[in-house]
């Protein structure tokens, strides 16, 4: 009887932890691809990043960019975007840096905005994200 109660309890707890991670995580998952050292595309895929949030709600949807390759130059401190990636970080998007492009470029962390995060590889990044069902978005 002991047994089967606390059995049962466990269950509760495990069906009510289950729903409440079910309402906590995000809806939608969006991943950008920036690997173009063009402002305009910059700050298109930030202002989508904006949109998207705003119009569904900033707690119903997650927003990555991920930046490789040539994107990579208006990811740096002094890039023409600078205020803005960091207006976009603070604004609850995230935009991670590849760090294989890092090293290609002989680029360090000091090189780049101190609002940024990285990865090991930004195609990689992208390919996971896709493969846990994030929508794939490139301005």
Do not use: H
């Amino acid at each position: 009887m002991k047994t089967t109660r606390t059995l049962r309890t466990l269950a509760a707890a495990v069906l009510c932890g289950a729903s409440l991670a079910a309402v906590a995580a995000p809806k939608d998952r969006l991943v950008f691809q920036v690997s173009d050292n063009d402002q305009a595309t910059w700050t298109q895929a930030m202002n989508n990043a904006a949109n998207v949030r705003k119009t569904l709600g900033a707690d119903n949807v997650a927003v990555e960019i991920v930046v490789y390759g040539q994107g990579i130059g208006m990811a740096k401190f002094d890039s023409p975007v600078a205020e803005r990636v960091a207006t976009t970080v603070a604004g609850g998007v995230d935009i991670v840096v590849c760090e294989n492009t890092m090293k290609g470029q002989k680029l360090t962390r000091q090189d780049m905005n101190d609002k940024v995060a990285y990865v090991p590889a930004g195609v990689v990044e992208i390919m996971n994200k896709q493969k846990e069902g994030w929508i794939y978005i490139k301005p």
